[in-house]
């Protein structure tokens, strides 16, 4: 949905020229005065998580924080959320991942393209010196980065800081359907289910500094519509001690999330092909 075919290939040699490049484009963009920030939370629009996840005055997700979030269905609620927040998004990409971000498919979680700033980048630690940079930029809105694997502590309390310092949300993402892209034949257009590891076992593996950790994995709905995708959100750990799980729909035309009922044992449906996060590459 927006995943292209294949990554571009960078000459090797050009990190360095690429972030500075980057921190000159940072540089223009704050002082073109997109610094704007209002609230301390963004709604997910669903009264029942977001009342858990802040106070009364200003319930939803915390800005101006580190947020960590794994599954199939990780990079579009990364979208999704960062689509509520005002400014431009620097989306740090992993370059080598088997498919390259489309930045116009990301329109049906509620993100312009025409707000991003895409940084290609061949290394984690590429990835993670263009999301310092973009946390520390205040005229940003939100700054995503994509990692196989999650950070170790001290890597995610430098971001967590920077966040602070300067209001700018970050979302660090752990796609579990990549286990399966990087496995896919290099020739050819199929269909690769994202059937990974699951959200819970993406981030088992270290300690975080993140203000809040969430896995969004495809979950069984048949009562799925065009345009329409399931997923089990579950808030692992947050720092006001909150946690929950729920299963939610997004509506890709009306922009919203909602809640799916569950039947009397807690299971859902079967997952079908559509809600279970599936993306096209090749």
Not at 24 to 41: A, F, N, V, Y
């Amino acid at each position: 949905m927006f995943r292209s075919n294949a990554p571009k290939r960078e000459p090797s040699g050009a990190a360095a020229k690429k972030l500075a490049a980057l921190r000159e484009e940072l540089r223009k963009i704050e002082r073109s005065g997109w610094s704007e920030k209002t609230g301390k939370s963004v709604a997910l629009g669903l009264s029942k998580v977001d009342r858990l996840l802040s106070d009364e005055a200003s319930p939803g997700l915390r800005t101006g924080c580190l947020h960590e979030f794994a599954g199939e269905g990780a990079e579009a609620f990364a979208a999704i959320i960062s689509g509520r927040l005002k400014g431009p998004v620097l989306w740090c990409a992993d370059a080598l991942a088997g498919s390259e971000l489309y930045p116009p498919g990301l329109s049906a979680f509620g993100l312009d393209y025409r707000r991003l700033i895409v940084a290609r980048c061949r290394k984690p630690r590429e990835i993670l010196a263009a999301m310092e940079d973009g946390l520390r930029c205040r005229a940003l809105g939100a700054v995503v980065g994509e990692l196989s694997d999650g950070v170790d502590l001290t890597a995610s309390r430098r971001l967590q800081l920077a966040a602070e310092n300067s209001g700018v949300t970050g979302f660090l993402v752990q796609s579990a359907w990549r286990d399966q892209v990087s496995k896919a034949p290099p020739a050819g257009r199929r269909k690769i289910a994202g059937a990974g590891r699951s959200g819970r076992e993406v981030q088992a593996k270290a300690p975080s500094a993140a203000f809040s950790r969430w896995s969004v994995d495809a979950a069984r709905n048949s009562d799925n519509a065009a345009g329409t995708m399931t997923w089990r959100l579950s808030l692992r750990r947050c720092r006001n001690g909150g946690s929950g799980a729920w299963t939610v729909k997004w509506d890709a035309k009306a922009y919203r999330f909602s809640l799916v009922a569950e039947a009397a044992d807690g299971q859902v449906d079967p997952p079908s092909e559509q809600s279970s996060g599936q993306r096209l590459v090749g």
